[in-house]
C-alpha cells in the first residue's frame, strides 16, 4: 500500500466515527477549531510569511493577495467556524419516507459522504473552511492545497487536527496530502472506494485537470460569464446602480457581471446611460459595434470571463434573442433580468438554463455566506448532485432504510 | 463539427423545449410511446429476431434472454410506459425556500438535467424505459444500446420518435448513436457542455470504461456484493424463506444475495438449518472452515458476485464484527439484518454504509419498480447526486431562482 493510500485508510476509519458521532461532537470540534485557530493566530500569520516570501516575484499580485493572512483574515476564519457550528445539521434529516403495499417502511435520510477530497490554489481560507464544513456534514476530508500556501496549510491543519482530538473525534478527519506533491494529487484522483467526492476549486485549468482525469465522482466548480439583461421595461434607476454593483463590486469573483445585453426597444435611451455610468466607475466597456469607441471584444469573444473592470455590451432584439445569447455563450452560472414586466421575468427565471436566475439583483448575492449557509464548498456549475452555492447539505449523500417484518419477493 | 456533435446539439435544442413544455404533452409523448409500441409488436419482435440470430453462438444463454423480446415482453414495455405517465411531474417541485434579511426570496425548484446519455448492452428493454423516464423527467436523451440490439433498438427508436413527434414534440427527444459504434461512445463520454449526466448500465468492465473515460459526470450502477446477517436474534423461521428469497428469486442480479454472515452465539444452530435450506434450493454453499462440505470462496473470496446459484456463508463473533465485514468486502448496494432486537437493527441501519440497508426484509425489494419509482434509470451506487434505485426525480437537477427589488450587495 502505498503511504498515501495508508493516509485515505485512515480518513475512512475517521469517517466512520464521524458518521455516527452524532451532532454535538461535531459542533464541539468546530467550536474548538474556531479557538485554537484564535490562539495560533502569530504562528499561523509567521507561517503564513514564509509562504508569501517564497511567492513574492512568481505568483500573480491577485494570488499573492488570496494567499496573504493577517490577523484580521485569521479571526475571520474563527468567525466564519463558528457561524458553521451554529447552523442545522443535514446529517439524520429525512428526505423521503414511503410505504409500500406489503407493509415495508421505506425511509431516506441524508448521510455524509464519508471522505471528501478537495484540491485547490494558494488559498489558505479554504482549508479552514472547507474541514469546518466536512465537520459540519459528518465527512472527513483530505485536503491538497498546492505548494503556494503549503507552510501556511501545514499550521492550519496540524492547528485543526488538535482541536479535533481535544474533543474526542479522531485527528484524522482533516489531513493534508501537500507533502505527496502533484504526485498524491493524481493518486487521490483515482482514489475510486477511498474517496467518495471531489472539489476542485480554483483556475480553470485546475478544474479541467481534474475533470478530465479524475475517476472519483467531481463537483465542477467553474467560470462565470455572467449576464445581465436590461428588459424594455427595466426600471434605469434602479439597474444602474444594480449593474455596478454587479460589475465593480469585487471583480475577480466568478460572480461579478461580464455582460450587458440590453432589449433593442430601449437600446437608444439605455446603452448611453449604462456605458456612461460604467465608464464613470472605471470599467472599460467593450462590444461589437453597438457602442461608440468601445474596445473590442475579449479573446474568446462574448465567451469571455474578464475578471477586472472590463465589461461587454450587447443589444438584442427582445428576451428571446437575451435567452438564446446566455445559452450560447454563457457558463450556466448566474445570470439576471432586470424588468418591472412579470411576464418577461418568469420567462426569463423559466427558460435561463443557470445555477442561480435572477430578477433585479445583484449577481454578486450568488454565494453561500450571502445564501445563508455559513460558508461555502464552492459554487457548482454541474447539474449532477449539486447546483449553485454548496454548503453542509450539499456534503451529504442519502441512503435507503428499509423496515420488514420478513416480506419476500413474489 | 463531427456529425454526433450535430446530433447532440439537435438533442440540446429538444432540451430547451421539454424543458418548458410542461407536464401535460410530456405525458402524453409518454402514452403515444406505449400504444406505437402496441401497435408495433410485429416489426418489434422481428427485428429482435434478427439481433437473436446474429448473436447465437457468440453472446452467452443470460444475456441473449436479456435480449430477446416477444409479444408478451414488448405489451409490458408498453405498460411499464403508461405506469410512468402516471407518476407525479418531479419537474417544477420547490425543493427549498428562503428569504434573505435584505428581502431576496430564493426558490429552489427542480429542473431537468437538459441531456442525458446512456451506455447500455443487449437490453432493448432498457431503450424505452430509460426514454420514458427522461420525457417523464423532462430530459432528452441519447442512447448507446450496443451492436448485440441493434436493430431492435433502431425500430424502437424509431417507433418512439414518431410517437414524441405525434404529439407536438421534438423527434429528437430521443435519439440513438449506435450507428457511430464504439468512436460515437467515445465522443459521447467527451461531450462535456453538450451532455449533461452519463449513465452506464451494464456489465463491470462498461461501467469501469465509463467511470475511467467519461468527463460527462456519471451515475455509477454497480455491482451488489449482498450481505445478509443473520443476528444472534434473528427468528430463524423468518430467516430462511428470506435468505432463499434473497438468493434464488432471480439470480443474474444485482440486489441478490451473496453472503450470509452468522452471529457465533447462534452458529451451532443456524448454520446448519441456512446451509441444509440453501443446498435444498439447488444453492451450491461456498464457506472458508465454518461449514462442513462447503465448496471454495468463488475467485475473489468474499468479495465475489457469484450472480448465480452460489452463496457465501461466515461466522462473525458479533454485530460489529457482521458490519466490519460488510464494509470490507461489500459494494455498499444493499444489506439487511435478520432480527428481532431493535437496538441491533437501529444500529445496524445507522452503520452500514450501503445505498439501501434493510431489516427483516429480502434484499431483491432494491429496485426502481418495487420502490414505486415506476421504472429505473438504474440502481446507483455512488453516493454523489443519487443513491439507490432511480426514478423520474433523480433524473432532475435543480436551480435557484432569486426575486428582488433591486438589492445590490454591500
Redesign the interface.
Known amino acids: 500500500m502505498t503511504d498515501l493510500a495508508t493516509l485515505l485508510h485512515a480518513s475512512r476509519r475517521a469517517a466512520?466515527v464521524l458518521?455516527?458521532a452524532g451532532t454535538e461532537p461535531r459542533k464541539a470540534a468546530i467550536l474548538a477549531i474556531a479557538d485554537a485557530i484564535d490562539a495560533s493566530v502569530d504562528a499561523i500569520v509567521a507561517a503564513n510569511a514564509e509562504d508569501l516570501e517564497r511567492g513574492r516575484g512568481t505568483l500573480a499580485d491577485g494570488l499573492l493577495d488570496r494567499l496573504a493572512l493577517d490577523a484580521t483574515r485569521v479571526a475571520a476564519l474563527a468567525a466564519a467556524a463558528r457561524e458553521l457550528a451554529d447552523l442545522p445539521d443535514p446529517v439524520g434529516e429525512v428526505t423521503r419516507t414511503?410505504t409500500?403495499e406489503n407493509g415495508?417502511e421505506?425511509t431516506e435520510v441524508r448521510?455524509p459522504?464519508?471522505v471528501v477530497g478537495a484540491i485547490y490554489e494558494a488559498r489558505p481560507n479554504v482549508t479552514v473552511d472547507l474541514a469546518c464544513i466536512a465537520l459540519g456534514s459528518g465527512n472527513a476530508i483530505v485536503l491538497r492545497g498546492g505548494s503556494a500556501a503549503e507552510q501556511t496549510n501545514a499550521v492550519l491543519v496540524e492547528t485543526m487536527q488538535r482541536a479535533i482530538a481535544s474533543v474526542g473525534l479522531p485527528a484524522e478527519s482533516v489531513q493534508t496530502i501537500d507533502r505527496f506533491g502533484r504526485a498524491g494529487a493524481t493518486e487521490l484522483m483515482r482514489a475510486?472506494g477511498l474517496v467518495?467526492?471531489l472539489v476542485p476549486r480554483g483556475s480553470a485549468s485546475l478544474i479541467e485537470t481534474v475533470?478530465?482525469e479524475s475517476?472519483v465522482?467531481?463537483?465542477?466548480t467553474g467560470a462565470g460569464v455572467v449576464h445581465a439583461f436590461v428588459d424594455a421595461a427595466a426600471?434605469l434607476e434602479?439597474a444602474i446602480?444594480?449593474l455596478l454593483?454587479?460589475k465593480t463590486?469585487r471583480t475577480s469573483v466568478c460572480n461579478s457581471l461580464e455582460t450587458v445585453l440590453v432589449h433593442r426597444a430601449i437600446a437608444d435611451e439605455a446603452v448611453p446611460v449604462v456605458v456612461d455610468a460604467m465608464r464613470a466607475a472605471g470599467v472599460t466597456v467593450h462590444a461589437d459595434g453597438d457602442v461608440e469607441g468601445a474596445a473590442p471584444l475579449g479573446p474568446e469573444g462574448w465567451a469571455t470571463e474578464h475578471l477586472s473592470m472590463d465589461v461587454a455590451v450587447r443589444v438584442v432584439d427582445d428576451l428571446d434573442a437575451a435567452i438564446d445569447h446566455i445559452?450560447r455563450f454563457g457558463t450556466h452560472h448566474t445570470d439576471v433580468i432586470l424588468t418591472e414586466d412579470a411576464a418577461a421575468?418568469e420567462r426569463f427565471?423559466?427558460?435561463v438554463?443557470?445555477?442561480?436566475?435572477?430578477?433585479?439583483?445583484?449577481t454578486?448575492?450568488?454565494d453561500g455566506g450571502?445564501?445563508?449557509f455559513g460558508a461555502e464548498v464552492g459554487i457548482s456549475t454541474?447539474?449532477?448532485?449539486a447546483?449553485?452555492p454548496m454548503g453542509l447539505p450539499e456534503l451529504t449523500?442519502?441512503?435507503?432504510?428499509?423496515?420488514?417484518?420478513?416480506?419476500?419477493?413474489a
Not at 454541474?382 to 448532485?385: D, E, Y
Open positions: 466512520r458518521a455516527v414511503r409500500l415495508l421505506l448521510v459522504f464519508g475510486r467518495d467526492l475533470v478530465r475517476q465522482p467531481v463537483i465542477e426600471d434602479q446602480p444594480l454593483n454587479a463590486q445559452e421575468a427565471l423559466a427558460e438554463d443557470s445555477a442561480v436566475v435572477m430578477v433585479n439583483a445583484s454578486r448575492f450568488t450571502q445564501f445563508g454541474q447539474k449532477a448532485h447546483r449553485g449523500s442519502t441512503k435507503w432504510l428499509v423496515r420488514g417484518t420478513g416480506q419476500v419477493r
